[in-house]
């Protein structure tokens, strides 16, 4: 296994770092702000950090924010376990309008759970604009399944499977548990809508947000990767924004075939019309692919 995969691996959970000299303006380049998933934190070099350098390389004079939720690393990693998800796309919306190198505009790339809390950002924070969103295995449908987590045997993940089981939708775990806020039960379509504090907002479940919807078509492009061989997010679907249908546990559906685009609830159907929605395949477990790929199907969205 390359250094490069090992990056992508543990590429889950990580934060905002900026890099120096920002030079996007006189450059021409477009501002990177990346948001890490579960388990990981902004700048491990084996994973979020070692991402943000390459990208320095490729596109040199590049602006690349990584998020860091929180004061240190470790704040960062546990808080994409136990805070509210609306508290961090809050503070993420506040950072982002306060940095000078982002007034312009910026391209945005979320990994796995980071992918969905950046979507909210869209949504929610159009000021300063974000041009392209990049969703590398991010669950856009939430998840009813958590077969792997970082540090399986761990008493974190088991704790979390057992209380995503049993009690996702309680207002205590859901205040206080991230994966329950976009944990989304087919079996129990009334007590998601109704409970669920994160995704079954951004997601247009309960009622329309006329803003979200505006605000997400203002995108140029949203890239959504999708692994093949992904053994962490269940369905793998979620990641092209398909899901489990209704009322069972077996059969999904496409994005296409969903209520939120035949209905058009997000403005997902006139986005793809537009040409604004791109699906990309690779193969591997999740968050797992070479630099030449990314390369040759991320990087010209970076450009």
Not at 193 to 209: C, G, M, P, T, Y
Request: one cysteine or more.
């Amino acid at each position: 296994m390359t250094l490069v995969v090992l990056w992508f691996l543990l590429v889950a959970p990580m934060m905002l770092v900026a890099s120096r000299p920002a030079q996007d303006s006189i450059n021409g380049t477009v501002p990177l702000v990346m948001w890490h998933g579960m388990g990981d934190n902004c700048c491990n070099p084996l994973s979020m950090g070692g991402m943000k350098k390459m990208i320095e390389q490729e596109i040199p004079g590049i602006y690349v924010l990584s998020l860091m939720i929180g004061s240190n690393i470790v704040q960062d990693t546990t808080n994409g376990f136990f805070m509210n998800v609306n508290e961090q796309v809050s503070l993420v919306c506040s950072q982002l309008a306060r940095d000078p190198h982002l007034k312009g505009g910026y391209n945005a790339m979320g990994f796995s759970q980071g992918a969905q809390f950046l979507r909210a950002v869209a949504q929610r924070c159009p000021s300063p604009p974000m041009k392209t969103y990049i969703s590398v295995g991010g669950q856009q449908q939430g998840v009813y399944g958590l077969p792997r987590c970082p540090g399986e045997s761990s008493h974190i993940c088991d704790m979390i499977r057992k209380a995503l089981n049993t009690e996702a939708y309680t207002d205590v775990v859901q205040k206080h548990l991230v994966q329950a806020q976009y944990w989304h039960d087919p079996l129990n379509d009334d007590l998601y809508k109704k409970h669920s504090l994160f995704l079954a907002d951004i997601n247009q479940e309960r009622v329309v947000n006329e803003t979200y919807k505006k605000n997400l078509q203002t995108l140029d492009k949203f890239v959504m990767v999708k692994f093949l061989h992904d053994t962490v997010v269940d369905p793998v679907d979620s990641e092209w924004f398909g899901f489990l249908k209704t009322g069972q546990a077996k059969e999904t559906e496409t994005l296409q075939e969903s209520i939120l685009y035949k209905e058009d609830r997000l403005g997902l159907a006139a986005m793809d019309k537009a040409g604004k929605l791109i699906f990309l395949a690779t193969e591997g477990d999740h968050l797992q692919f070479t630099r030449e790929w990314f390369n040759a199907n991320l990087l010209p969205y970076l450009r």
